[in-house]
């Protein structure tokens, strides 16, 4: 085999990121390969939401939302999230979802555009990206969406001029394929169009550069651990927050919610895309996250992200070449995330078996394979033993077991 479980070992022993495994809850006897759809949960999580519960929502009732900061959440958890996106203070605001996130800075960017009626959408994006575009697009009356393929097509579709935003997200959920968001932004913003980036597979895979950006949104809960449903993120560029104006014109993004004013005006700077009330234990959750973040060097991160992904491309093309395996993402770790798919036409059966011998990845249809690498927990041992189950599984044809064909609700 290309490299044994004890140089695996060493390779672990030597990590720079390895004490920060210990921040985290992970089951024994499991390999956790989908930090890229729920991330695993901070150990001091629990804590985090107990005192919250207990300290400032027990001990100070209503008072907290003065008294323990609870008004500013969105904007203060927003500067602390910042840096791992290569944003600064008071350019991200953190609440709701990233559905909503995407009606946010769609309808803001629809508006910095007036005169442009098209929308440019990603036929691979992820659903929920392409549905709130279209329910966006059909309120709004009068735009047109414009489909690419990841940016296949793009050219095209910016020709005429008419293009008010692209949205795309920087990582395919489906392939791990990353773009050249800066190459891509450039050639957006050169044809007049505004470039929305959707970073949920990137945040928390490896230093985001959301600087050129007009805006981004993500999620927590993915590689960010904040826990199931933490609240999304909101980038507003600086050169658009004086005049950014969304539709989503809730009392949180008021510029003075508590004067119950009957017409809305917005607050200055990035707090007008907050919305409604934060949820409040969800930010506690979060930001015992951030609070293990801050101890992450994102070179680190980035470099091992790089070896745990390029070692199991290695090891399974090795270990499964015979089983009908292909590869769906790209060789040059430049063009990928944290995340390595492949591609098998029993692909569903064959997930199951391998989540039953312990090795957690999903699938997506029609027929991937999916394994996301978190690098502050997932080390170069777990990488080893999910290929040699898989590579069991496929030999052994586990996958034929008829328990393994029924869909659950949740793939
Ligand atoms: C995970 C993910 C979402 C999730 O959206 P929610 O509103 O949090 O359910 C949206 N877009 C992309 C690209 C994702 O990967």
């Given at each position: 085999m290309a490299i044994s479980r004890a140089d695996c070992a060493a390779l672990d022993a030597a990590d720079p990121l390895r004490h920060l495994r210990d921040e985290f809850v992970l089951p024994d006897g499991t390999v956790y390969l989908v930090g890229n759809s729920l991330g695993a949960p901070p150990k001091r999580a629990s804590a985090a939401?107990?005192?919250?519960?207990?300290e400032e929502?027990?001990?100070?009732?209503?008072?907290?939302?003065?008294a323990d900061g609870w008004f500013d959440l969105p904007?203060?958890?927003?500067?602390?999230?910042?840096?791992?996106?290569?944003?600064?203070?008071?350019?991200?605001?953190?609440?709701?979802?990233?559905?909503?996130?995407?009606?946010?800075?769609?309808?803001?960017?629809?508006r910095l555009r007036p005169g442009r009626r098209v929308i440019v959408s990603d036929l691979d994006n992820f659903p929920t990206d392409r549905y709130m575009v279209?329910?966006?697009?059909?309120a709004l009356g009068g735009y047109e969406i414009r489909d690419v393929r990841g940016t296949e097509g793009l050219d095209e579709a910016l020709a005429g001029g008419d293009v008010a935003c692209v949205l795309l997200s920087e990582v395919d959920y489906r392939t791990g394929n990353r773009h050249d968001?800066?190459?891509?932004?450039?050639r957006v913003q050169a044809a007049g169009a505004l470039m929305v980036w959707d970073l949920c597979h990137s945040a928390g895979a490896y230093q985001v550069d959301v600087s050129p950006a007009d805006f981004a949104v993500g999620c927590t809960y993915k590689y960010l651990n904040g826990g199931p449903g933490s609240p999304a993120f909101v980038y507003v560029h600086p050169r658009h927050q004086a005049d950014a104006e969304h539709i989503l014109t809730g009392w949180h993004g008021h510029a003075a919610p508590f004067a119950f004013e009957p017409g809305y005006r917005p607050a200055e700077g990035v707090r007008r895309f907050a919305v409604s009330t934060p949820h409040v234990l969800s930010f506690a959750s979060l930001n015992a996250?951030?609070?293990v973040w801050e101890r992450a060097d994102l070179a680190e991160v980035r470099a091992k992200s790089v070896a745990l992904t390029s070692l199991f491309i290695d090891l399974v093309e090795e270990l499964c070449a015979p089983y009908g395996l292909g590869l769906a993402t790209s060789r040059d770790p430049e063009r990928r995330g944290s995340q390595v798919s492949f591609t098998h036409p029993e692909g569903y059966p064959v997930m199951r078996a391998l989540i039953d011998r312990g090795v957690h990845g999903d699938f997506r249809a029609p027929d991937i394979l999916r394994f996301g690498f978190a690098p502050l927990y997932i080390r170069h041992v777990d990488v080893h033993d999910a290929a040699v189950t898989l590579a069991e599984v496929l030999e052994k044809e586990h996958w034929r077991d008829e328990r393994y064909r029924r869909r659950l609700a949740v793939t």
């Open positions: 939401v107990t005192r919250v519960v207990e929502w027990g001990g100070r009732l209503v008072g907290a939302w003065n904007t203060s958890t927003g500067d602390r999230l910042a840096p791992l996106i290569g944003a600064g203070p008071g350019q991200v605001v953190v609440g709701d979802t990233t559905s909503i996130a995407i009606v946010k800075a769609v309808s803001a960017a629809l279209q329910g966006l697009a059909g968001t800066a190459e891509v932004t450039a996250s951030l609070d």
